[in-house]
Every structure is written in structure tokens, then in C-alpha cells.
């Protein structure tokens, strides 16, 4: 009986009462909190880090009141070193604020790997394995040898080096390959072609890279990058052959009617 009457007194309700109020308040300072802690409803732009220096990244990331760690690094030797080359979240994504942005920076110094073993396999082995391991072709240097395209020995900055050596990735390296007897090169056509695509094609066919020249319509870089060769010396010819590691001089230009009257002049050339 007592409690039956405790449950209808004026105090049971004021004591319920009172445990509703502190039971929602306490709900409402824990929903206060966890929002003001996430940042809900907040959004900030992540800036564009592209291409910064680390200096330079760190303050537009504080400025923007987010968070940064260096989550990788690769070495790209056409960029300055220890620039931003990747982030993540990328460039203008909304995230909340003190969000940790991922960067990836260039290496100060290129990584250095085991250098492959080269002599004795053919310049075509020799090109491929050098690709593969992140090297780059440089001169091709051809000596008196009985087997064509054998590679006697590599060299790099004028010096020869051999298997195991630690050297930078993505340097150029030399090759010096026997001149076999009364070899002679096809020389390639080049009209129409971009410079890395006429690159690959001279080396592949066993010669240099000459002189390379641009012509007035090339202003910049990206006019370079999308200029095609108009003339090339050794013009490609059925029957025009030439003595290993020649050179090979290209003049390029971004003006359509010089190559489309080039590439007119090689066909007349082939049809006579």
C-alpha cells in the first residue's frame, strides 16, 4: 500500500519531473558535443596542392584549418624537388575540418637501383631490360665488332659501369655495340610524327638523336609537346640507307599545312 501511494504523491511526480529535465539535458549536451566535435554540418574545400612546395602546402592546409601527413614520395625529375605531386581527398572535395590530407612529394634525391646486367645480350634485349628497370636510352656507340648490335658494354656520364652498380633510376645510359661488317640502316619515316614517338622510332632503328629544331609556330611547352616533324635529315627514302649510330636531325612544327605538304612530298618521292 505504501507504494501504491508513494506512485500518486506530489513527490513521486516532482522527482519525475525532475529525472525527465536532467535525462534531456544530458541528452542535449551529448548531442552538442558529438556535433561540435565531427564538425557537423561543416565543409571545407580542400585547396589545390598540386605542384607546391612543402612549405607552401603546409600553410594553405593550416590556413584551411585541415591536417596534412607525407603518406609517400616518388622521384619525377621534370618537377622541383620535394614539390606535391598527388593528394588526397584531391583538389576542391568538401571535407570537415582538421581532415588529414594524404600527400605524396617528390623525392630529393632519384632512387638508386642495382644496374642490370647488359653485355652480350642484343640492343633489343638490352632496350627492354633498360626500360623495365626505369632507365632511360642515351647515345648509341658503335665499334669495330664482328656481331652486330651486341652490347660490349654499357656507360653512364661517360664511364663504363657494370652489373650491380647502384645508379639513379631513370638516367640516361650509353650503350657501345659492335658495328658488325657493311651493316646499313633503313632510315624511318618520321613525317607526322611527335617528338618521343620519332625518339623511340630513331633509337629502335639503331641510330642517334641529332639536332632538334622548332619552327616559329612553337611558342611553349604544350605547343612543343603536340609539334610534329615537318623534315628530317636522311629523308626517308626506299633505298636511302645509313651507317649505324648516325644522327638523325628533326625540325618540328603545330602548323597543319607544313606537315600535310611534307607528308604529300615524301609520297610523291616514293611513287617516281
Given at each position: 500500500?505504501?507504494?501504491k ?18 535525462g ?8 552538442q558535443?558529438l556535433?561540435?566535435?565531427t ?6 574545400q580542400v585547396?589545390?596542392l598540386?605542384?607546391l612546395s612543402?612549405?607552401?602546402g603546409?600553410s594553405?592546409i ?13 622521384y619525377?625529375s621534370?618537377?622541383?624537388a ?7 581527398p ?11 590530407i ?5 623525392s630529393?634525391k ?22 623495365t ?5 642515351g647515345?648509341?656507340?658503335?665499334v ?6 651486341l652490347?660490349?658494354?654499357p ?6 659501369i657494370?652489373?650491380?652498380d647502384l645508379i ?5 645510359i650509353?650503350?657501345?655495340?659492335g ?5 646499313r ?7 607526322g ?5 620519332s625518339?623511340?622510332r630513331?633509337i ?13 609556330s612553337v611558342?611553349?611547352?604544350s ?6 616533324v615537318?623534315?628530317?635529315s636522311?629523308a ?10 648516325s644522327?638523325?636531325?628533326?625540325w618540328?612544327?603545330?602548323d597543319?599545312?607544313k606537315?600535310?605538304?611534307a607528308?604529300?612530298y615524301?609520297?610523291?618521292?616514293l611513287?617516281k
Amino acid at each position: 500500500m505504501r507504494l501504491k501511494q508513494f506512485f500518486k504523491s506530489k513527490s513521486f511526480y516532482k522527482h519525475l519531473g525532475l529525472s525527465i529535465i536532467i535525462g534531456a539535458a544530458l541528452i542535449w549536451i551529448t548531442l552538442q558535443s558529438l556535433s561540435f566535435y565531427t564538425n557537423h554540418g561543416e565543409e571545407i574545400q580542400v585547396p589545390n596542392l598540386y605542384n607546391l612546395s612543402i612549405d607552401e602546402g603546409k600553410s594553405l592546409i593550416e590556413e584551411n584549418k585541415l591536417r596534412y601527413t607525407i603518406y609517400d614520395s616518388v622521384y619525377n625529375s621534370k618537377l622541383p624537388a620535394g614539390c606535391i605531386l598527388d593528394q588526397s581527398p584531391k583538389a576542391n572535395a568538401l571535407v570537415k575540418r582538421n581532415r588529414t590530407i594524404f600527400l605524396t612529394i617528390n623525392s630529393l634525391k632519384p632512387e638508386q637501383v642495382r644496374f642490370p646486367n647488359l653485355v652480350d645480350n642484343s640492343f633489343r634485349q638490352a632496350y627492354e631490360i633498360l626500360i623495365t628497370n626505369g632507365f632511360k636510352i642515351g647515345k648509341l656507340d658503335y665499334v669495330d665488332y664482328d656481331y652486330y648490335n651486341l652490347v660490349l658494354y654499357p656507360k653512364f656520364g661517360g664511364d663504363s659501369i657494370k652489373h650491380g652498380d647502384l645508379i639513379d633510376k631513370g638516367s640516361r645510359i650509353d650503350l657501345v655495340l659492335g658495328k658488325g661488317k657493311n651493316i646499313r640502316i633503313q632510315t624511318p619515316e618520321l613525317i607526322g610524327k611527335n617528338y618521343d614517338d620519332s625518339k623511340e622510332r630513331i633509337i629502335l632503328s639503331s641510330l642517334n638523336i641529332g639536332r632538334v629544331s622548332f619552327d616559329s609556330s612553337v611558342l611553349n611547352l604544350s605547343d612543343s609537346l603536340n609539334a610534329q616533324v615537318y623534315q628530317q635529315s636522311h629523308a626517308y627514302e626506299e633505298n636511302s640507307k645509313i651507317a649505324p649510330g648516325s644522327r638523325i636531325n628533326l625540325w618540328l612544327t603545330t602548323d597543319s599545312i607544313k606537315i600535310k605538304d611534307a607528308k604529300a612530298y615524301i609520297k610523291n618521292q616514293l611513287l617516281k
